[in-house]
């Protein structure tokens, strides 16, 4: 797991507060991805980013906003959230977006709670 | 669209028993077909894929899968299990021109009891 690491592990915060999930990959990769998992659902994809171009947005309401400034990092801002939107934050890179058969490497997640 | 489905929530095993965990997917076109796991606290895990040729495919810790294009199936099996299994697992299917973008099942829990 030390390819892709998150900070924070875990955090709390209030509906107005406004906070940033940070993801780093060591893996050369080109392409990286949010994802929200929420229990007993299947994970759902935020965004993803090849080549530091938002290339998905998956439906995400505009309380979350995605950045990623070179092809390592990649954040997330979070702004005036709501309690449904606490859950397991996971970050993940693969070698490139386009071609499919590249599997995703995943960071150890954020555990988001929402007050 | 693609969709994967993991019909099974639990599925429970003797050690040393053989373990076994469904997938079943539906996708335009080929293919491209993973199992992920996750231990408690962490994120996924890559354990295998399957992108084209042997439609038996091995992987890590000693599990492998087989494809079955008639059944649309993947289901992934390690010949004897280890309480270090107990995990969530997950099947995720993608296809040529999705950007990457993994569908992934709901997950099955493995608990293998001593």
């Known amino acids: 797991e030390t390819g892709v690491t998150q900070t924070p592990r875990h955090l709390v915060m209030g509906m107005t507060n406004k906070k940033s999930l940070k993801c780093e990959q060591h893996?050369?990769?080109?392409?990286m991805y949010w994802y929200k998992q929420s229990a007993k659902k299947p994970l759902e994809l935020m965004f993803v980013?090849?080549?530091?171009?938002?290339?998905e947005n998956n439906s995400v309401p505009s309380r979350f906003s995605p950045e990623c400034p070179n092809s390592s990092h990649l954040f997330l801002h979070l702004h005036t959230l709501q309690p449904e939107d606490s859950a397991l934050y996971l970050c993940?890179?693969?070698?490139?977006?386009?071609?499919?058969?590249?599997?995703?490497?995943f960071g150890p997640g954020t555990r988001l709670t929402v007050t | 669209a693609q969709s994967v489905a993991q019909p099974e929530d639990q599925v429970n095993v003797a050690e040393g028993n053989p373990l076994t965990v469904k997938c079943t997917y539906s996708?335009?076109?080929?293919?491209?077909l993973f199992w992920y796991v996750q231990y408690p606290n962490r994120g996924l895990q890559f354990l295998l894929k399957?992108?084209?040729?042997?439609?038996l495919v091995k992987g890590s810790y000693g599990f492998e899968a087989e494809f079955n294009k008639s059944q649309t199936s993947f289901h992934l099996k390690k010949p004897s299990a280890l309480v270090s299994d107990s995990a969530l697992y997950f099947c995720?299917?993608?296809?040529?021109?999705?950007?990457?973008?993994?569908?992934f099942g709901a997950g099955t829990q493995v608990v293998v009891t001593p």
């Open positions: 993940a890179s693969s070698q490139d977006a386009r071609a499919s058969p590249y599997e995703q490497y």
């Open positions: 893996l050369g990769h080109n392409a």
């Open positions: 980013y090849s080549l530091e171009e938002r290339v």
């Open positions: 996708v335009s076109g080929n293919p491209y």
């Open positions: 399957y992108i084209t040729g042997d439609n």
């Open positions: 995720a299917v993608s296809a040529t021109d999705s950007w990457g973008k993994l569908q």
